[in-house]
């Protein structure tokens, strides 16, 4: 079972649809929780930061880590066309005094927006 | 325009031949890594550096080394370079190790034939 899964899509909505974009984990010592927006041909911007477990809302954006479940979402309201990108859901353990500190990403799911 | 940057943007190179990758960041952040991205495997791990004069080891490090001489710059070799590292690298910093949010650069763009 790889440490996080995430559906590679693609999903493909109309416009002003809500979006919700999900990963599931396996390592229950991830603490930090983020999504990334990539897209084509550039490097992953960072839309959402999150620690430990709850929602946090950002303009149209909101992400929810629900650690119990080890399972994290990200909700896009009244989608537009410039959000067609791939998102990237990325985590990391606490501190730990050791060990490769990068983070550990799902594959990506293709979103596409209709007009 | 504070951020990251990375030389090249795109390379093509021949097997068995040595390429550095660079990588420079002037957020001051103390922490660095490098990734690789392909397709259908997502994003990797390649190697780490927490602060200036230490590096580590990532999921995937053979055929790569690094070195961190100062804060800013963060360069990715690859001594003998082979087909399976044809891939997109991409270079990211945060402010501290762990799990702080970590910015990316625009990706260098190798293709090794």
């Known amino acids: 079972q790889k440490e996080v899964e995430q559906d590679p899509g693609p999903l493909s909505v109309p416009e002003g649809a809500i979006v919700s974009l999900n990963c599931t984990y396996s390592?229950?010592?991830?603490?930090?929780f983020m999504w990334y927006r990539q897209y084509s041909r550039k490097g992953p911007e960072l839309l959402m930061y999150t620690y430990s477990s709850g929602n946090k809302e950002d303009g149209r954006f909101t992400a929810q880590v629900d650690k119990s479940s080890k399972y994290i979402s990200l909700f896009i309201r009244d989608s537009q066309p410039s959000d067609s990108a791939t998102y990237l859901c990325a985590m990391s353990a606490m501190y730990s005094g050791g060990g490769a500190d990068g983070l550990t990403f799902g594959k990506g799911t293709h979103l596409i927006i209709q007009p | 325009i504070a951020g990251i940057t990375q030389a090249p943007t795109s390379q093509i190179l021949a097997a068995g031949r040595r390429m550095t990758l660079r990588c420079t960041q002037d957020?001051?952040?103390?922490?660095m890594y490098w990734y690789r991205q392909d397709l259908g495997l997502g994003l990797r791990l390649i190697h780490y550096?927490?602060?200036?004069?230490?590096?580590g080891k990532g999921e995937v490090p053979d055929g790569y080394s690094v070195s961190r001489a100062n804060t800013d710059d963060f360069p990715l070799t690859l001594a003998s370079a082979v087909p399976s590292q044809t891939s997109v690298y991409f270079c990211a910093s945060s402010a501290r190790r762990g799990g702080n949010e970590q910015f990316f650069g625009p990706g260098t763009r190798l293709t090794v034939l």
């Open positions: 390592n229950s010592a991830f603490q930090y």
């Open positions: 550096s927490n602060t200036a004069g230490t590096t």
């Open positions: 957020m001051r952040h103390n922490a």
